[in-house]
Structures are given as structure tokens and as C-alpha cells.
């Protein structure tokens, strides 16, 4: 993003609030497969709210440049943003895996199978070999399914979407609004996206929130109000936090339609002190390396619920202290890995 626009702190914030959510409700998963039984059952819905930020983000950073840019540099720039944490994730995935004290799926596993496992996420190739783990797309970082339609939207972007006209994105984003309603219809929730099975639901759900992002930007439907950061919190995770009702596709459907898109408004449009400035930097700096190098640590809490059989107090304690020391890993990797790399790679642009 260029310096001389003004920066939204807000949703900065709500990225790493979001982030966090992801942390605890992949802990929770482990322990209450049965969404329904679950606190933060829709928790999973942070990645359609990280969709639509980052539709809102790209075009307020690159829409009236990337023309001057050229698609390499904004290429490079993206890569340099995302990549180094595809490949951090996918070494501690792959470490994880190799040194589970629980488990012995390692020993399932030819050493060219898993050099190709580790190679197809490293270079964001979906593989979902791996059985064992649900099929994921990318058994060794399964968040990364993620980062792959994130790239894709990056790739539209550059060739397309920045062209577009605001009549024909509207258009688009109501068209995408009904392939996702019959997605989240079929599928019963707005879950899908992440193993072999359910790989195109992820296109639905980036298609609807980052063209809606982008349209959200070019309107400048932006709403002013005096929430501030600490206002909009529990806006954000009451979403996460809902009730599985009887209709929960619809449930699901309306929050990622126009809750998710209200919530971005209202980011854009907000105040804050000096304070939570400074919370919200650290917020939206920590989010993505929270985001991407965490889940490691959830199959080694998954090997240990099966090994250990633990009571729900433990698993609580377990959790709580989980998601600080993933908050203070995410923190180091980030500074003294992520943002080392990152301002190497674009010193050599």
C-alpha cells in the first residue's frame, strides 16, 4: 500500500482478531467435531470474512496504479507479502509431522511421498494425498487452501478484475451470491473449500467475498460511526459464535452476504486512539503468521486428545495456553523470520 494514503487501522485489527478466532476454533474442532456442540462452531467463516478484506484491500491499494506498476511488479509484490509464510508453514507442517510424539502416520509414508507433499506446498499445488488428514488439499499447512484462492483472486485480479466497471462487478457479485447460496444450500454450511471433496466450494466463497470487497471499495460504501476498534470486537466474533440453527446454510449464507460486508463498512469508517493504533498495527501484522503457522501444533493437540483421552478441564487449560504460546511463536516467526525475509526479497526487486 502506498505511504501517502491514509491506512485502515480498524481492519488491520479485526484481521488479527479474526486470525485468533481461527486458532481457537481449530483447537475446538479437534475436541467437538459436531459443530453444533461447539462455541465458536462457525468459526470457520473467518476465511470469507479474510476474502472480502482482501478484495477491499487490493483495490484500495492497486486500482489506480497497477496499470503504471505492470503485472510483474505487482506479482513480486503479493509473492514477497504471502510466500515466505507458505514456505515457514509448510517446514514446521512437515517437522510437525516428522516429530509427532503421539502418532506413528509417519511411518505410512515413503519418503518421496512426503518430499512431494512438502513440494506441492511449498509451490501452493494442491495434493490431498494424504488419508489420514481428512484429504486436505495441503496436508502439511491445511490452512493454506486458503493462500491458494487467494492467489488465484491476485491472478484475476491483475489480468481482469481491476478493469472491470462498477455496473459489471455488481452484476458479478450477485451472480456470485447465488452460486454460493446453492453451495451453502447442498453442502448444509459454508465449511467446504479445503479437501478434495469439497474443493470447489472454496471458489464459491472466494468469488462472492473478494468481488464483494472490491465492489465495497469502488462504491465507497464506507459508514462513518463512532464504534471504534473495541466496538466492532464482539460485532465481529458474535459471528463466529452463533448458534448451528436448523437452517444453518441460510444462517451462514446471510452472515457472509451482508454482515461480513456491513462489518468492513463500518472498519473503513471508524475512529481510533492512539491506543488501539497501536493494537490494531500489532493486530494485522500478527494475523497472517498466526494464521499460517499454527495448525502444526493443532495435529499434535489431536494426537494427544487420542492418546491422552484427557477430561474437558485439561483440554480447556490445554487450549487456553495453546493459543498464547501460538500467539508469542507467531510473533517470533514473524519477527525475526518473516519480516527479515520480506525486507530482503524487496530490497532485490
Known sequence: MIKNKPHFEVLDGLRGIAALCVVVFHFAECVYADYSKNFIGHGHLAVDFFFCLSGFVIAYAYDDRIEQMGKLAFFKARLIRLHPLVVIGTLLGVIGFLCSPWTNAVDNYTFGKIFLLAIGSIFVIPLPLMEDRFFNLFGFNAPAWSLFWEYVANILYAFLLHKLSRRLLSVLVILAAVVLGVVSYRAGNLVGGWSKNNF????????????????????????????????????????????????????????????????????AGTKLSSITQKICQFSGELSYPLYMTHYAFIWIFASYLSHFKPDITQIAWVIVGGTCFLVLWATGIMVFIDKPIRKYLASKK
Open 200 to 267: 470447489w466450494d472454496g471458489g464459491a466463497r472466494l468469488a462472492y467475498s473478494f468481488l464483494a470487497g472490491l465492489l465495497i471499495n469502488r462504491s465507497r460504501w464506507i459508514i462513518e460511526n463512532k464504534l471504534g476498534f473495541i466496538g466492532l470486537i464482539p460485532m465481529l466474533v458474535v459471528a463466529f459464535m452463533i448458534p448451528v440453527f436448523a437452517n444453518n446454510w441460510l444462517v451462514e449464507l446471510l452472515v457472509v452476504v451482508f454482515y461480513f460486508p456491513l462489518l468492513i463498512a463500518l472498519g
